[in-house]
């Protein structure tokens, strides 16, 4: 009926319920006046019938009109609830007790590839996994509670597919019917977008965690929001201790020199929005007080709208590459000294070798026993003045010692124990069985650990104890060709009464001594001595808290190197030894020496004559017993340029090269260069007997 028509009835209606109850009214009142007229009264009864009639009918239809009208509201309220229910971006799920799906809207069908007709009357265990076969306690659980809180679970798609879903459930009650309303959500794409957070999260707290510097980060009032590992082993901290405080309260950092406290790095970063670097010799300072000098940097963090966030710090220890600069600048200092050293102690070793002899040949052509006493204790200072020199050539520029491979824990402990007997300072080993072996010269090693032995002693005049430790170490060298490379690293700590700060840093300069009868060589020698065994060597020392020395010694990677030890075995008839040398009394000398011992000397001035001499017995058929050869003559050629041409004619026989400038690498590994072995200038008739019995069988 359109609205019209409705509102006209209802007039019409209105109109009988007034008149007919004016009606009702006005025969009542007739009747009482006409009571006198039966026939009007029966008259007007009957009216008042048919107006009662009419007047019930007209209430009726009006009770009845608003009756419909409620109902077509709810219908309409009804429908409209449906229709918001149906198209709602919720999903929503009404199961029955038993987990008998009742209704599903279309949102929650469309989530699962399904239509709502094959979804209803199905068990929810057939879509949902997680909750479905528990979904008796479910209900139970959210009747008591009336609702529940929000819970993941997955559901399994109409394709197989498993999605993750968000839900919430309440409980309803509609008569005797009772059900539980889900409210569900997609999360499968917010799960992905945690889990590749997560991920990112995690790689970059493995990243951290890899990154060989220390990475502190700050939020924007400068408290530690995060730190990886290094920077906890550097500050001495735990990240979960550290996070929230203030930065300068974890990364105390002061100046090497003045020991005044830097200025926060955050503040500089933050202020000024631009990365800063520390000062130059920057020193960390641990939570335990140990302290470490660092090279670091600040960046800012922004995000993607360059809008500032906090403050990254990166730093490192350079402790360990600020020594090797030292050592490095040490070794320099050294240059100039060699150069001069070499020369002087070459020329040197001539004449005491000259010294030697004559002293060795005046022994044995002499018969009073006063005499060779004087000769000997000559010979005593004569050995002193060598010593002295071969220090001065162990630092000289070109030279190598003399290495092989051995072990290091055997050596150490009986050169140790041979220094320490008769003092009182005892020590004290710590050196693994599985130390790698060493590859280095005996002597002069010997001789480094001498040095550093004797100044312990004369750091705990009251005795004490020297600790004795050896470890394998790995380090990386630095330079283009940056490799990694194993050392062994040899440490000697006494508790003396350590080396003051402003002498530290001298104490491997030449000349350099605090004490007034040493020459200042011993620890510059030993410093030479590693650094041409491939090493390098530093010291921590604290006044009053001792010194400890480490030694970092190449390990022996290769087949062991055996000085040339050749034995001729064409036993030789002919005794004639070549003698070339540009010195007169070094010839004397040798000449002297080789009759001593059953052979003669053929003298020769330098190379060419010795080479023509020798070229000239092979043409006529005769052979030498051996040769001696200077390394080098000024202004002709030595031993070293006429070798290869006698080793071409001759590969067996025995040849010895001699120099004073024994540290030149001919010295060091004679065989290398062709020569049977060699002898350093000045040596004494036992030395000097000793290769020829070595060398020279028969």
């Avoid at 919430?168 to 992905?192: A, H, N, P, Q, W």
């Avoid at 010692?401 to 300072?425: C, H, R």
């Avoid at 062709?674 to 030395?687: A, I, V």
Wanted: proline share 4%; with cysteine; hydrophobic share 40%.
């Amino acid at each position: 009926m359109k609205p019209s028509m409705k509102k006209t009835a209802e007039s019409i209606t209105a109109v009988y319920v007034i008149v007919g109850s004016i009606w009702i009214l006005l025969s009542d009142l007739a009747v009482e006046s006409l009571l006198q007229e039966p026939a009007l009264v029966t008259r007007f009864q009957t009216y008042k019938g048919f107006a009662f009639i009419l007047f019930t009918a007209a209430i009726l239809y009006m009770v009845l009109r608003r009756r419909l009208a409620a109902v077509e509201n709810a219908q309409k309220h009804l429908e409209q609830f449906r229709y918001i229910v149906e198209h709602a971006g919720q999903e929503i799920y009404w199961v029955e007790k038993t987990g008998k799906i009742a209704y599903v809207n279309r949102a929650a069908a469309n989530s699962l590839g399904y239509t709502a007709a094959e979804m209803v009357q199905r068990n929810i265990s057939d879509f949902d996994p997680v909750y479905g076969p528990f979904f008796a306690e479910h209900f139970e659980k959210v009747k008591k509670e009336k609702i529940a809180a929000p819970f993941e679970t997955t559901h399994i798609v109409k394709d197989g597919r498993t999605i993750a879903k968000e839900m919430r459930s309440v409980y309803l009650s509609m008569g005797k019917e009772e059900l539980i309303c889900g409210f569900g959500s997609d999360i499968t794409r917010r799960k992905e977008y945690e889990e590749a957070l997560i991920s990112e999260k995690e790689s970059l707290a493995v990243t951290l965690r890899s990154i060989g510097d220390g990475v502190v980060t700050t939020d924007m009032r400068g408290n530690v929001t995060t730190m990886n590992p290094v920077a906890e082993a550097l500050t001495g901290w735990s990240e979960e201790d550290a996070r929230g405080k203030p930065v300068t309260e974890i990364f105390v950092i002061a100046e090497e020199a003045s020991g005044e406290t830097c200025p926060n790095p955050v503040e500089n970063v933050i202020r000024s929005g631009q990365i800063q670097s520390l000062c130059e010799n920057t020193i960390l300072t641990a939570r335990d007080s140990t302290e470490y000098l660092i090279a670091d940097s600040g960046a800012p963090i922004t995000d993607k709208n360059n809008q500032m966030l906090g403050v990254v710090l990166v730093f490192r220890d350079i402790t360990e590459k600020h020594r090797l600069i030292e050592a490095a600048q040490n070794a320099e200092k050294l240059e100039s000294l060699g150069l001069l050293a070499g020369g002087i102690a070459h020329d040197f070793n001539n004449l005491l070798g000259g010294i030697f002899g004559y002293i060795e040949l005046g022994k044995l052509k002499n018969t009073d026993p006063n005499v060779t006493d004087l000769l000997d204790r000559a010979l005593d200072t004569i050995e002193k003045a060598r010593s002295l020199t071969r220090q001065l050539l162990t630092f000289a520029k070109g030279g190598d010692p003399v290495k092989k491979e051995q072990p290091l824990k055997v050596f150490v402990q009986e050169t140790i124990k041979f220094l320490l007997s008769g003092t009182n300072v005892s020590w004290q080993f710590d050196i693994p069985e599985d130390i790698r072996p060493g590859f280095f010269d005996e002597n002069q090693i010997r001789q480094v650990i001498e040095n550093i032995v004797s100044n312990a002693c004369q750091a705990m005049p009251d005795g004490g104890i020297l600790e004795i430790s050896a470890e394998n170490t790995l380090i990386r060298n630095e330079g283009p060709a940056a490799a990694e490379k194993n050392y062994i690293k040899l440490s000697i700590k006494d508790n003396g009464v350590g080396i003051p700060r402003e002498i530290l840093p001298h104490i491997f300069d030449p000349y350099y001594t605090t004490r007034a009868k040493a020459h200042g060589l011993g620890l510059t020698t030993c410093f030479s001595i590693i650094k041409r065994h491939g090493g390098f060597m530093d010291v921590i020392s604290e006044p009053d808290d001792g010194s400890e020395f480490h030694i970092y010694l190449p390990a022996a990677d290769m087949p062991e190197a055996i000085a040339g030890e050749q034995a001729d075995a064409d036993f030789r008839t002919d005794n004639r030894i070549l003698l070339m040398d540009d010195e007169e009394v070094v010839r004397e000398i040798m000449a002297e020496m080789i009759g001593s011992v059953g052979f003669s000397a053929i003298c020769k001035t330098n190379g060419e004559e010795a080479l023509t001499f020798f070229l000239e017995e092979i043409r006529a058929g005769r052979s030498l017993a051996g040769m001696i050869l200077d390394l080098t003559v000024p202004g002709g050629k030595g031993g070293i340029e006429i070798i290869d041409e006698i080793r071409r004619h001759d590969p067996a026989i025995p040849v010895f090269v001699v120099s004073g400038y024994s540290g030149d690498p001919v010295m060091a590994r004679p065989e290398e260069y062709g020569f049977t072995t060699s002898l350093k200038k000045p040596f004494q008739m036992r030395e000097f007997k000793e290769i020829f019995e070595r060398h020279m069988p028969g």
